[in-house]
DNA sequence: CCCGGATGAGACATCATCGTCTCATCCGGG
DNA sequence: CCCGGATGAGACGATGATGTCTCATCCGGG
């Protein structure tokens, strides 16, 4: 197949995070196949999402194995997850914004990987390095807003993409305030 | 009439927030009432989308009032929002993640409720309350980022109602690292 | 050159949803 | 008590999307 199904699952991501209604016509055309191209690489529109919810999780695994969360510096550790999860935050934005996964069994694989996130949080508060007033929960939750939020606004033009990473990152972990020196 | 209007626009957002291809027959489930009932109310899908839209953009304009946000200290000022905000982060959410309204004319609207808040961050900024290396158009992303976050955290039971204003005032002003004295 | 796989364009029936309608029921005010 | 407004339940046709199919075309490898 010449299809490049990374491509189509970028597009469609793309695509239904800002309009989750889009038809099937309108993904094909945003992803640049027809309709029948698409169908034939992805059953319906059910199949569709769930193979966007698959790609979206296994990548996003990747990143954590990539970004090694377990190793050292708890704040360094969330700036490479952070840093190997940009290539795919469209796919985070999308999960995080479909948040209808809390039906099926899909849960699952994404529970395993929130674990994770969140364990990360909790050994930075064991460590000293992360305030102990805001739960990992609650870091999870905003570290996955950031990262949709940086993603949405780089589409959208409103941030440079080589911004991205800094951006979440500095924001997450330093916050808006500034600093009295140290 | 005796249907109380905010309260289906709540549910109406809630729902659509969480799946955005949900039918009326669904929302009109989720609000309590008959889908006669909510075609008597909204003309049709697109023109309860457009009720939530104005109706959030409304609330949300209200919230920027009452927070006074040229006042005082902008950190404060901020606080005063987010604070403001919490009763509308529902409809925040669905504003947020229905980006879909860079279509019609729905966006003069929110562009100037856009402009509030990013000359918030930008005042700060200038006073010397903010750092200098996040763009207000960052921030100011961020914010709705964080907000929406936080509403589906709350919503979802994994932070309580009351401390979501704090979670998000503090990981947005604060950041996540732990502070030396100062 | 030829061929097979893949694609695009479009026709087609099916189906879910939509928007409108009617009718029975409920409920609060006069 | 009676009445009018509002609601719920459900039927109905219209409409748009869906999923399947066929056929022509394209393109790269053998």
């Given at each position: ?43 319906g529109r059910d199949?569709l ?134």
């Amino acid at each position: 197949m010449s299809l490049d199904r990374e491509h189509v699952l970028r597009a469609a991501a793309a695509l239904l995070t800002r309009k989750a209604t889009a038809s099937m016509d309108e993904i094909a055309r945003a992803a640049g196949v027809s309709r029948a191209t698409l169908h034939r690489h992805f059953a319906g529109r059910d199949a569709l999402v769930r193979a966007l919810e698959d790609h979206g999780i296994a990548e996003f695994g990747r990143a954590l194995d990539e970004a090694r969360t377990e190793e050292g510096d708890a704040a360094e550790a969330v700036r490479r997850l952070i840093a190997c999860s940009e290539p795919v935050a469209g796919f985070l934005a999308f999960l995080f914004t479909e948040n209808q996964l809390y039906e099926a069994g899909v849960n699952e694989g994404w529970n395993r990987l929130d674990v994770r996130v969140q364990a990360l949080f909790r050994r930075g508060q064991e460590e000293g390095v992360f305030r102990l007033d805001l739960t990992p929960a609650w870091l999870t939750e905003a570290l996955y807003g950031l990262i949709g939020a940086g993603a949405w606004a780089v589409q959208d033009g409103r941030v440079a993409a080589k911004d991205h990473t800094r951006m979440v990152s500095e924001l997450l972990l330093g916050g808006a305030q500034r600093r009295m020196e140290r």
